[in-house]
């Protein structure tokens, strides 16, 4: 497999469409819903993790470093 997507390279770090990513932040806990296409926070679309994180910290984060993950995907 290549690793393409629709003529896109597919990250390598991102889990499989329907993982639920769960962080705590500012006293609640926020879920973000892996899509094959995005990300989904609150019924939210979103083309990167770091969009949806930056919806729910109000500030720039690193997608993948706010939810614990590594290079692959797994939990650091």
Known sequence: MSGKLGGMVADPRKPAPGTKLV???GGEEHMVT???????????????LSAAVR?????????????????????R
């Open 34 to 48: 892996v899509l094959a296409d995005g990300f989904e926070w609150q019924g939210r679309r979103f083309k990167s």
């Open 23 to 25: 962080r705590e932040w």
């Open 55 to 75: 919806a729910i910290t109000g500030a720039h984060w690193n997608g993948w470093r706010f939810f614990g993950l590594d290079q692959t995907g797994g939990a």
